[in-house]
């Protein structure tokens, strides 16, 4: 008896023992925070790291997975952030809906900040993934410098004095429940026939198009679903902040997303989660430095690419969320080559 | 290569290590506890300049303090800590987050923008620790609630400013010709009407930014032959303005907003500029006692530079908290807020200082400034409303 119910507990903790992982997490980090051993302080910075790992996640989608390069990732978070915002504080305003109707409102909020950045997304998307090349990278550049300078000329929602008064409803435990759901869902994208087509175009393009892969269409919907869950971190940035303004979305927040997927390893769920997190963590774990701390913040980034180019956990997943074909991972443009894996 | 990499993971370990002995919880069981004050400013990224001036004159006060601060007849310890924003809000949330939770200290002065401190002021409103923006001119930041003061004065307050000024010039009769497309400009013209002791003989409107050709509506006014002309308006604006009010045949005393202190207003305006007045923070050349005490302590600290507002306004910040320590009734976050609410007739380098405890703004002086016929400022006065 004992046998076999030790046989038949093990697939069923390999299923679930991730998700148990997470809860027992959770229930650890509330009880430290009951104790007060995490401050507020810990937490906010967990939730601003949790809202990173949703946009690097969603990033690795596009750049890391499609091989597309989007580099203006921070516009769909600041639609989805304005998109919620929107919902929760002017639609149905915050303060005066009754409490158990808050939290529906949060999420439909978060849903319609998600979706107006997928509309967006598709919209940007269809006519520059149609071509082959770079030309989403210019694309989306635009497209930030677009949304910004958008975003200052709308009055209503503050214009560029930005959006003040919004609820802060996201807590520890939405935020790590979508960055579970996120990882979950983008896991099981990559391992499904999506994601193979997804790798396929990264790999080659050309390749892909002769096997019969509508490259234009698997492209639009991989920047489609990351514009989707950037405009959910987004709509959750919002609500951990209560106060977002147009200038906070510029080029230096898409690049710092860039920074968080490279440093952690592109084409790895993994890596974007280590790399978000780290980075995330690092400059405030730095604060003891004084005005040396983003000096010795940029000399660790450089040493991490220069020794590790594929990034620190490149080529690299934990187990429940790996894909079982090594060759599913992107070559590291500088890195060694892997034997036995470029044979023509 | 393997070699460098373990090496290098080892000193990020050790990095990391260092960092969390030194984050941890430094509690010193001394015989009094110490008062923190907590400082947070940009000193990297875009807004660092503005973070060095403000960091630059907190240290006058350091200086002032030596250390210690004398409460009652019972002396403490003081520290100022100083924290990095980046000038970005999530840091600047942060920073306000370690502070109060971490650092324990008793009130916050910064940051300098408004955008970080909306983002800041929630979270020192939940923890009820009082803060005090240096610059966030944004009116909704006091708004936030109960524990959030600013320094600086908020735009509409200069209005009151240039109506003191013409008040104690003797200047009976005032236009205006304002922007009526524009807050900056409608609330300066709000309050000088408010304020202004005179008579408002005619007021003329235009909208928007892109007029150029002002010559209708100041003829209008030169047919009233004022005292004063107000042009509460923006700077790409004015240049033309007062050249077009001169040639117009409006001799009288110009009055502007802050706006004009640009350098582009006075080449733009030309020898028109003569005289032209306008309201100011702070100027390192003024007269005023408290003022020139300031200035020469900040120059004996930082001989390579003159304060500018942001310096000033930093050290009217902390100097209020200082104050308000000393006054408050508990030694605590509530007292030291509500002792900050009650300040009244406090002695600052800008002039006397009242807080309003209704908004929380400060009622306190401006500086007048005018322009020679080179085109560069000189101080004229302090004016107190």
Redesign the interface.
Known sequence: MKTTNAKTMHPLLRKFGPLLGCIVFYVVIMLLRKADII???Y???ML?AGVNVLMTASLNLVNGFTGQFCIGHAGFMSLGAYGAAVITTMVFKSNSIPEAAQIPVFLLGLLCGGIVAAIVGALIGIPSLKLKGDYLAIVTLAFGEIVRALLRLIQPIGGA??M?GIP?YANFFWIMLFVVLTLWLLRNLIYSSYGRAFIAIRDNEIAADAMGINTTKYKIMSFCIAAFIAGVAGGLYAHV???I?P??FGFVKSADYLVYLYAGGSGSLTGSVVGAVLLTIL??????L??W??V?YAI?LI?VML??SEGLIGGKEVPFLRIKRSSLYEQPLFGRKKNGLSEE | ?KK??RI?CLA?CV??AV??C??GPSEKKGSVETIKIGLAFP??GMAAMAGKYSTHGADVLKEELGGKITVGDKEYPIEFV???T?G????T??VY??L???EKVIAIAGPDS??CM??AA??AQN?KCPAITSFGT?T?VTE?GDYIFRACFIDPFQGAVAAAYCDGQGHKTACIMFNNADAYSVGLKDAFVENYNGEVLAIEEYSGSDVKDYNVQLTKLAAQNPDVLLLPNLNVELGLQIQQARTAGLNCQIVCGDSADTPDVAKVAGPAIEGVAYVSAFSAESTDEAAKKFVDAYVELHPDELPNSNAELTYEAVKMIVWAIQNAKTLDRAGVRDALAAIDGLDLPSGKMTMDPETRNPIKGGIIMQYDADGITRYVSTVNP
């Open positions: 401050n507020g302080y937490m906010q910075v601003f004095r930005g003040i802060n902040l209560s106060f303004q200038d906070s400059p405030e774990v730095l604060r003891f004084a005005t701390r983003l010795l660790i040493a020794y590790r | 290569m460098i990499l290098l990020l990095i990391m960092s969390v030194a984050c000193m990297s100083v924290m990095d980046e970005s809000e999530e840091k949330a942060n987050q370690k109060i939770e971490e408004s955008k909306l983002a929630p979270i923890a944004n909704a936030v």
